[in-house]
């Protein structure tokens, strides 16, 4: 994926300052920032979801916004805060977003029962997701963003509220799908997850992108939450709280 200058204001705010960078083919690509920083703003426009005010971005050489068919075949997209199709079950929820990729119903069917098995929701897959935990509705939502076999998959904040054991499951088949040749950008604000999962990362902060490349090359020698302190600033004491201490 290609951004140059992706801007987006809302009235007077603006989310998104001219934001350029590159992601490379093959890598697990993580963009981090505190909240507010106009992560969200930025993947919404990068995957066809908000139309920018200036900028482009290329998915595999195609315009997103000038092709947004062809690119959006190559992207799988977990967006937070979307509402799901959740008077579905499980299943069905995943069924109908193979079919509305326009995959035919044996192929829908096969690749349904394995992401449902490797998300581990087989034994609720026929409950309604209105009835899910955030964690299971986070998980079914990704099933749904992969059954296309996407080249790129687009994920804002995708371990939130997900429980330990299914968070280690969707990494792992996040790793296999980077060594597989795809490309994954995850959204998040926990450093040591990004530190742990990406090879290269950026660092947002009021819409404005403060550095970006190689997760070594970002921390400088620190650990990553260091650094992205160091660049976002803001750290407060707990000074001035006398009253709460016992």
Same mark, same amino acid.
């Given at each position: 994926? /290609?951004?140059?200058?992706?801007a987006?204001?809302?009235?007077?705010?603006i989310?998104?300052?001219?934001?350029?960078?590159?992601?490379?083919?093959? *890598?697990?690509?993580?963009?981090v920032?505190?909240?507010?920083?106009?992560?969200?703003?930025?993947?919404?426009?990068?995957?066809?979801?908000?139309?920018?005010?200036?900028?482009?971005?290329?998915?595999?050489?195609?315009?997103?916004?000038? +092709?947004?068919?062809?690119a959006?075949?190559?992207?799988?997209?977990?967006?937070?805060?979307?509402?799901?199709?959740?008077?579905?079950?499980? +299943?069905?929820?995943?069924?109908? *977003?193979?079919?509305l990729?326009?995959?035919d119903?044996e192929?829908?069917?096969e690749?349904?029962?394995?992401?449902?098995?490797?998300?581990?929701?087989? *034994?609720? /897959?026929?409950?309604?997701?209105?009835?899910?935990?955030?964690?299971?509705?986070?998980?079914v939502?990704? /099933?749904a963003?992969?059954?296309?076999?996407?080249?790129?998959?687009?994920? @804002?904040?995708?371990?939130?509220?997900?429980?330990?054991?299914?968070?280690?499951?969707?990494?792992?088949i996040l790793?296999?799908?980077?060594?597989s040749?795809?490309?994954?950008?995850?959204?998040?604000h926990?450093?040591?997850?990004?530190?742990?999962?990406?090879?290269?990362?950026?660092?947002?902060?009021?819409g404005?992108?403060l550095?970006?490349?190689?997760?070594?090359?970002?921390? @400088?020698?620190? *650990?990553l +939450?260091?650094?992205?302190?160091?660049?976002?600033?803001?750290?407060?004491?707990? +000074?001035?709280?006398?009253?709460?201490?016992?």
């Open positions: 994926m /290609a951004i140059r200058g992706l987006k204001r809302f009235g007077e705010k989310a998104v300052n001219g934001v350029s960078l590159d992601v490379p083919a093959g *890598s697990f690509y993580g963009l920032g505190p909240n507010g920083a106009g992560k969200t703003t930025a993947m919404s426009m990068a995957t066809g979801l908000l139309r920018p005010d200036h900028g482009q971005i290329w998915i595999h050489g195609t315009d997103v916004w000038a +092709e947004p068919l062809v959006k075949r190559r992207m799988g997209v977990l967006a937070d805060g979307v509402r799901l199709f959740d008077r579905l079950t499980g +299943e069905q929820l995943v069924t109908y *977003s193979g079919l990729r326009g995959l119903r192929t829908v069917a690749r349904t029962a394995d992401l449902l098995r490797v998300m581990d929701l087989t *034994s609720d /897959a026929g409950k309604l997701v209105v009835d899910y935990s955030a964690g299971m509705t986070k998980k939502a990704l /099933a963003a992969m059954i296309h076999a996407p080249q790129v998959l687009v994920l @804002d904040e995708p371990f939130e509220a997900v429980d330990p054991v299914s968070a280690a499951n969707i990494r792992d790793a296999q799908f980077v060594t040749g795809g490309t994954v950008i995850v959204s998040s926990v450093m040591d997850l990004v530190q742990r999962m990406c090879d290269h990362v950026a660092v947002i902060a009021q404005n992108l550095a970006a490349g190689t997760v070594d090359e970002v921390r @400088d020698g620190r *650990s +939450e260091d650094r992205f302190v160091d660049l976002v600033g803001g750290r407060a004491t707990g +000074e001035g709280l006398s009253w709460l201490h016992t």
